[in-house]
C-alpha cells in the first residue's frame, strides 16, 4: 500500500476556513458603485486645435453640464467654425440636442460623429405635443 502525503498552504487553509463562496462586488464598501460607475453624470470635454478648434465630447451631456459646453464655444472667436466631435459621447437629453441643433442652424459648428438618435431628435423626432 502506497501513502500519498500532501501539503496545504497556509493561503488556502485560510480561503477554505473563512469563505464558502467567492467575494463579489457588494463584498466591497464602494463595490456597486465600482461596477456600474459613477452616480451623476459625466461629462468630458477635450480641445484641440490645429487649422479647425474641435471639442471631442465623451460622456453624457444634459441640462445640468450643456452650460458648460454653451460657454466653451461662446469663448472661441466669432468668426471662427468649430467642429463638435461626438463619437464618445454616450448620452443627450432634450436640452443638450436642442443646443447642438441651434448651434449648427447658425452655422456656428460642425457636428462630426453625430449618433443617429442625435439626428433624429434634431430633425423634429423630440417634439412631444
Not at 467642429?83 to 447658425?106: P, Q, S, T, Y
Request: proline share 6%; net charge positive; hydrophobic share 45%.
Amino acid at each position: 500500500m502506497k501513502l500519498v502525503l500532501f501539503r496545504i498552504s497556509p493561503l488556502a487553509k485560510s480561503r477554505l476556513a473563512t469563505s464558502a463562496s467567492p467575494p463579489t462586488f457588494r463584498d466591497l464598501p464602494n463595490g456597486l458603485a465600482i461596477a456600474f460607475g459613477p452616480t451623476g453624470p459625466m461629462l468630458k470635454i477635450h480641445r484641440t486645435s490645429g487649422r479647425t478648434v474641435v471639442f471631442t465630447i465623451s460622456g453624457r451631456l444634459d441640462a445640468e453640464n450643456v452650460n458648460e459646453l454653451f460657454q466653451l464655444v461662446d469663448d472661441e472667436p466669432a468668426d471662427s467654425v468649430l467642429v463638435l466631435d461626438l463619437a464618445d459621447l454616450v448620452l443627450a437629453d432634450r436640452n443638450a440636442v436642442g443646443f447642438l441643433k441651434e448651434c449648427e442652424a447658425r452655422g456656428r459648428v460642425i457636428l462630426r460623429n453625430c449618433p443617429a438618435y442625435v439626428r433624429t431628435w434634431m430633425a423634429g423626432g423630440n417634439d412631444r405635443s
